[in-house]
């Protein structure tokens, strides 16, 4: 799939957070694009498969690698709805991703820009850029709403 010169990465990704809001999973969408090439979109799916790795961005870069034939997904970019948690970070420095753009910070669990911030450890082999808060707002209120919704239905 490729993107249309309309497309936004986001948007598609944002899509999926609603998607995965509407099947019962944290509202998380990803989108990993090579140029306008679309290599993955995933949304979180660890209730459906019962697996805590299930992450968005996790799956995404699962399926990118699997399409591009390779372990590494330099020169892509990865697109996700929410500031990726310590997992999901340690893949990306493994997985040699260029950039990450995230929408809404996550600070309790987020390990970019808060938390650990991985990619500035000493230890960290590989930085890639990071871009915080493309749309952040359409991405907070959704996980306002679906986590409001759960707290509210429990």
């Known amino acids: 799939m490729t993107l249309a ?4 990465p986001m948007d598609l990704a944002l899509a999926l957070a609603e998607e995965a809001a509407a099947n019962g999973e944290a509202p998380v969408g990803a989108v990993i694009v090579e140029g306008t090439r679309v290599l993955a979109a995933e949304r979180n799916r660890m ?3 019962r697996d805590p790795t299930a992450h968005a961005e996790f799956l995404a870069m699962r399926t990118a690698l699997a399409v591009r034939g390779t372990g590494r997904l330099d020169g892509c970019d990865l697109y996700v709805t929410l500031e990726p948690c310590a997992m999901c970070a340690g893949a990306i420095a493994h997985t040699r991703l260029r950039r990450v753009y995230f929408a809404a910070e996550d600070i309790k669990a987020g390990a970019v820009e808060n938390g650990i911030r991985l990619f500035d450890q000493p230890t960290c082999h590989h930085r890639p850029e990071v871009v915080g808060g493309l749309s952040a707002a ?16 429990g």
């Not at 359409?138 to 239905?153: G, H, I, K, P, Q």
Request: charged share 30%; glycine share 0%.
């Open 5 to 8: 010169t309309t497309d936004r």
């Open 47 to 49: 209730q459906a498969l």
């Open 138 to 153: 359409r991405a907070e209120a959704m996980l306002v709403d679906f986590f409001r919704t759960l707290r509210n239905s």
